[in-house]
């Protein structure tokens, strides 16, 4: 398959890649335009390096937090006391310079406001947004409604001591590309369009997982958010008001473990490479990840 579009660089930079998914996928891929809503948790730090390095177009990502040493790796001791986005962006521009690696300063509920005031300058700006802190379910749940609404990809991820999520809506109506076997013993292959029907957040989170993280990941919501941050204990929450099986694990619900944010923003990061190429089946909708049982599970809520 022809290079023609892919100069010598990228295509020796994204080799091992190119090999797995194509060029046809890498130059889709090279052309999407991705906002990441809050940098400054470690589960965004992970998307965001995961799909700087694959190559998307442009990234921008977005958060008002000062940074502070323990902030995320994408942070520098000598960096501390400036803003989260703009370091990041810095740092993630190094990891790949083909990348567009933006910055904004600006809160949620602000981002939510401008945007519901420019939907057609949205639109033309990015065609997948990104929630991984800072947001509480009902801005989530607004900003779903704004991307549904402008024909715009939306997923979101977060992670609360040893348990996680990720979410993804990618429309009513997502076309991929799925690879298949031409019948007859030949080892050839070829590319059949299908399509999937992706529910809203709200929708979706208005229901009952069989997993135990979609209880806790709303008890976290309820009692936990100050600013898009867990500022309160879960093991504080009167039993009566919850579900037995979940007490237990109210003590493993708090702090920020770095390999339960590197599962759950590695799959989430896959998921916006998909997205963004439109090459195989993606998950519809929901990854949970239960660091007790260390296992993961994907239901369609």
Request: charged share 20%; net charge neutral; hydrophobic share 35%.
């Amino acid at each position: 398959m022809s290079e023609e579009n892919l100069s010598k660089a990228e295509a020796a930079l994204y080799d091992r890649q190119l090999r797995l998914w194509g060029v046809d996928a890498q130059k889709k891929l090279r052309k999407a335009r991705i906002l990441l809503i809050g940098i400054s948790s470690l589960v965004g730090a992970e998307i965001a390096k995961n799909i700087t390095l694959a190559g998307v177009g442009s990234l921008c990502v977005t958060d008002p937090n000062v940074a502070s040493s323990s902030t995320t790796f994408l942070i520098k001791n000598t960096s501390v006391g400036q803003n989260v986005a703009k370091i990041s962006s810095e740092r993630l521009s190094e990891l790949n310079p083909n990348v567009n690696v933006t910055y904004r300063i600006i809160d949620v509920s602000s981002l939510i406001n401008e945007i519901s005031l420019e939907q057609e300058k949205f639109k033309s700006e990015y065609d997948l947004v990104c929630v991984t802190a800072g947001a509480t379910f009902q801005q989530s749940y607004a900003l779903n409604e704004l991307c549904r609404k402008n024909g715009i990809l939306f997923c979101l991820a977060d992670t609360f001591g040893f348990f996680g999520y990720s979410f993804s809506d990618f429309g009513e109506e997502y076309v991929y590309s799925k690879e298949t076997k031409i019948e007859g013993g030949s080892q050839r292959t070829s590319f059949v369009k299908q399509a999937e029907k992706f529910c809203s957040f709200q929708e979706s989170w208005n229901k009952t997982a069989k997993s135990p993280v979609h209880y806790l990941s709303k008890l976290v919501d309820q009692h936990c958010y100050t600013q898009g941050h867990i500022a309160t204990d879960l093991s504080t929450i009167n039993p009566e008001n919850i579900n037995n099986n979940i007490e237990p694990l109210l003590k493993m619900c708090t702090g920020v473990v770095a390999p339960v944010c590197a599962i759950v923003g590695g799959i989430l990061g896959q998921e916006i490479i998909k997205a963004a190429s439109r090459k195989d089946k993606p998950l519809n909708n929901c990854f949970f990840y239960d660091g007790k049982l260390s296992s993961g599970t994907v239901e369609c809520l």
